[in-house]
């Protein structure tokens, strides 16, 4: 028998308060450190209002601030664009009967009305939409997987905003004195817009690749709105998107989802080609971005508000002052992936007033989407990612690479500038958003080793070089060196230059102080191969 009574310890396990502090009490194993850094993960996101696993969008370089409206205008007129129809319903599967875009573009800087800062989601409503299609596209719908989907996608991106204002003022072009840049690009100094004064903002329509929708490429547009530039991104109804929401005023909504050359058949019941299918898709898409080049053209003509009133996005409010703000004569068209090849094939017969180009930017032009059209007379930019030269692909019996590459040049042969290069570094995503939003999940699954902002950079500039050339003929940056590499060379990574992988290795500049410094090429080299180039 002990002297005393024991007092019952308050740490001890028998009791509630005990359990409690053996739950909480440092222990240096290996389950405990995964799940106390997976708590304070998630009340990190939760204070300070992050997405889980993910990065909000950054804010946009450039002298303006961007602005953003979404734009469903009636197809004029209303039409049936192949016979596909769906082996289930028997309906139509390429009716034209609206084009929906979202037009990103400067806008006045801390003047004029805002919509109390209202920003489009990332991912637009409903977002079960979304991930219906993102199930199709991986051959796995069905009500379990759509759902998975859809929680999957609301803890990563549901809470994602684009930072563009809706319906901000179009801005004048009057003030460049604004020096705006962000964390992710502080070295760039704003730069004057290249275009003509009387010509107004130069407009660019962008085509959107496959398993992709309007909202993928919302950077990329942006960071050239912010550089004075209209862009029309453009969200199609070709089976391509995951899903899609029509609209129309006076009908109920519709949904168009992902589907391939499987879900459709001849007006006769036979089934489908992959090739016939692929023309179905490219001539609904030629017929969507006419449309858009109509919509724009008609805001340009003073027909802002009768676009807003037809609108069932109820955006738009001040498209009326838009008004002979717009180059509306020399358009810009540009795509990735299959909308690049969409791009290319809205080229075909041009220019025309259907079909306004006069320059043309293409991404990785893609490798399983149909031939690439060689109907060219407008100047070309080129672009592959490092995963698209880098892997070699049979298309229609030769390399891609050689046909892109021939491509190319026969354009500067028949007198149009023209430039193809490959992109260091990056991997076939690397233009969308999704490197932003999830660089370490994109770099581990794409193999890309650029950092994700600096390769987005890259883009951007040498997409504002080329725009900039096609204004006043002047070749700068990139577009100012000779092609070095006809054809692609793994040389030894990105950032590993080294002397005669290129030509032109010693050509350094004399400083103020007699010595000698690396030109300007030494940095360019790291990030980019040019293969083919008009510079001799």
């Not at 409690?20 to 939760?46: D, E, G, H, N, Q």
């Not at 006076?250 to 089934?271: H, M, Q, S």
């Not at 109509?294 to 109820?314: C, D, F, Q, S, T």
């Amino acid at each position: 028998m002990k002297p005393f009574p024991e007092v019952p310890d308050r740490h001890s396990s028998s009791t509630a308060a005990g359990k409690i502090w053996s739950f909480l009490a440092p222990r240096l194993t290996v389950k405990y450190i995964v799940f106390s850094a997976t708590a304070l993960y998630f009340l990190y996101c939760f204070i300070t209002w992050q997405p889980i696993f993910a990065h909000h969008l950054p804010k946009h370089t450039g002298q303006y601030a961007v602005g953003a409206v979404d734009i469903e205008a009636p197809a004029s007129p209303a039409r049936q664009i192949d016979t596909a129809r769906f082996k289930s319903s028997k309906e139509n599967a390429f009716e034209l009967q609206t084009v929906l875009f979202t037009l990103y573009y400067p806008a006045t800087r801390g003047r004029g009305r805002i919509d109390h800062g209202h920003r489009h989601p990332w991912i637009p409503a409903p977002l079960s939409l979304r991930a219906k299609g993102y199930a199709r596209a991986a051959h796995i719908s069905n009500w379990f997987t759509d759902n998975l989907f859809a929680g999957a996608i609301k803890a990563l991106v549901g809470s994602i905003t684009i930072p563009a204002e809706v319906d901000a003022p179009l801005s004048d072009r009057a003030s460049h004195e604004s020096k705006f840049a962000t964390s992710w690009d502080k070295e760039e100094q704003p730069q004057e817009i290249l275009a003509r004064e009387h010509s107004g903002h130069p407009v660019v329509i962008f085509s959107h690749g496959t398993v992709s929708s309007r909202t993928d490429y919302s950077h990329y547009a942006g960071e050239l709105a912010a550089r004075g530039y209209v862009v029309a991104l453009l969200e199609h109804r070709d089976g391509s998107c995951p899903g899609s929401v029509v609209k129309q005023n006076g009908k109920p909504d519709e949904i168009r989802l992902l589907f391939d050359e499987k879900e459709v058949e001849t007006a006769t019941g036979k089934e489908v080609a992959v090739e016939d299918f692929h023309k179905a898709q490219l001539s609904f898409r030629e017929a969507e971005i006419e449309e858009a080049v109509r919509v724009i053209r008609m805001i340009n003509e003073g027909r802002g508000e009768e676009v807003y009133k037809a609108n069932p996005r109820n955006e738009g409010h001040d498209l009326a002052n838009w008004a002979g703000r717009l180059n509306t004569d020399e358009m810009i068209v540009a795509g990735h992936s299959y909308g690049a090849t969409g791009a290319l094939q809205a080229l075909r017969g041009g220019p025309t007033r259907k079909k306004p180009f006069h320059g043309a930017i293409i991404l990785d032009p893609g490798k399983s989407s149909g031939p690439l059209n060689t109907d060219i007379r407008v100047p070309l930019l080129v672009v592959h990612s490092n995963s698209w030269s880098s892997h070699t692909s049979i298309f229609y019996g030769r390399a891609h690479f050689d046909t892109v590459e021939d491509i190319v040049r026969a354009n500067n042969g028949r007198g149009n500038p023209s430039w193809f290069m490959t992109s260091l570094g990056t991997s076939h995503p690397s233009v969308t958003d999704a490197p932003l939003l999830e660089p370490f999940l994109l770099s581990f699954t794409t193999g890309a080793t650029i950092d994700v902002y600096q390769g987005l950079r890259q883009y951007v500039h040498v997409a504002n070089d080329f725009l900039a050339f096609l204004v006043d003929g002047e070749k700068r940056g990139l577009l100012a060196e000779k092609a070095e590499f006809p054809k692609y060379d793994p040389g030894t990574g990105l950032g590993m230059w080294k002397p005669a992988q290129g030509t032109n290795e010693t050509t350094p500049k004399e400083k103020d102080s007699g010595s000698m410094e690396e030109s300007e090429w030494w940095d360019w080299r790291s990030y980019w191969q040019i293969h083919v180039s008009p510079v001799i």
